[in-house]
């Protein structure tokens, strides 16, 4: 396995990516010592040849017999020929000094370098500088520069090491990362298998650390949470369809075969076909409704959303069930926000949404009592408040009641079919809002809460 991994790391971005910061820093590297080692030398050169100056200039100055005996007290004190000074006669013999030979020399007064085969048979680099006398004699002043050779040579093994060195670690670094990474794809990989084997539980692992990886797989885990949910809808719609349409079906089919054995008279066969539309029309207006909550969750008119007014939707939701409400002797209370309540989506489907929730409300409130419906505002969120006096939704049940075709014991006996609160759940969904069910004691309170917009 770790075999083939190591074949797999160099197709890795975390390895090429770490190759090529590499390859960055180690131009960076040379370019730096490059420089630094060119100031170095030509500095110590630089110093070098100003004292090779100064010192043609000193004894250029003096009468030439001071100058005669001080190269030769200087020859004499110099024994270790770290300052070779010879003053040659016209035709390049020595006359006096350490040097036995004039060197090789282009031109006078530039300094010029040679390897001096000194009478113990050892070579050293001497630079000199050469200066011709007024009398056609030479004077040559030189200095040992086998100390400045020695440091060059150290900067050079200096810089080869360091950079072997650098290569070196970069290199078991990117292959660190490379491993590292592939690993981790591996881990991600086997998750991903697992979940496209069945397991729509599972998710990717993350560490915490919010990195790229991280956010990815965080995205993803997002995504398989919405694919687990369809999924488990999509479940208990089929079992909900089974177990809430069988009962409508069987009448109807039991209805029309009755009507088929029996010698019944044309108004008893015009009654029972009457009944038996009736069925088929509330078989149809279930399928209606769930396929509107199919097309709401395809988000097919989120690119559509303008600015609503919550105000406005609640008011018009209120004015259109009040009749209602007064059949029963019941009392609409809406309170609007005194301030701007204004979310980003379609009125449209908010209005829906808040129709549906107060035909609940309505619904499930016994006679003569009252419906709240209040518009909440703030900074950052705005919400649409719906409470009623009706029997309550228990805390078990307030996930379960947004599913399709979900029916609670309380509402059993009371007619519908169980979709309407599944449409408020894909609209908040379709608008990232949330929705909030708690006890009003008596009653229930529903809030669906949306992000302010600033108009």
Known sequence: MFSVHLSEIPRTISFRTALMFLALFGASFL?????????????LITEVDTALHREIDRQTALPPVLRQQEIIKHTAQDSEDRLPYTLFDAQGAPLYGALQALPPLRKYQRPEEFMWDKPNGHQRPVRFLAHRLDDGTTLLIGQDIHDIREFDELLVNALISGGVLLLLVGFIGAIALGFSARRRLDILSRSIKKIVEGDLSGRLPTRGNNDDIDRIATVVNGMLDA??????????????????????????????????????????????????????????????????ISEIEGSARRSHFIPVDLNKISADAVELFEPLAEERGMTLAFTPCSRAATVSGDSQLLFDATCNLL???????????????????????????????????PESEREAVFRRLYRGESSRHTPGNGLG??????????????????????????????????V
């Open 227 to 292: 694919l687990e949910r369809l999924m488990s809808e999509v479940k208990g719609v089929c079992d909900d369809i089974a177990h809430d349409l069988r009962t409508p079906l069987t009448r109807l089919i039991a209805g029309l075969e009755r009507a088929q054995r029996r010698n019944l008279t044309q108004g008893e066969y015009a009654n029972a076909i009457d009944v038996a539309i009736e069925d088929a029309k509330g078989l149809m207006q279930t399928f209606r409704a769930l396929l509107r």
């Open 359 to 393: 035909d609940n409300a309505i619904k499930f409130s016994p006679d003569h009592s009252e419906v709240e419906v209040t518009v909440l505002a703030d900074a950052s969120h705005c919400a649409i408040s719906i409470r009623d006096r009706g029997p309550g939704i």
């Open 31 to 43: 370019a730096l010592f490059g420089y630094i080692y060119w100031q170095t030398t030509g500095y």
């Open 421 to 454: 609160l599944s449409m408020v759940s894909a609209v908040a969904r379709l608008h990232e809002m949330t929705l909030k069910v708690d006890d009003a004691e008596p009653g229930c309170r529903i809030d669906i809460i949306g992000n302010a917009q600033r």
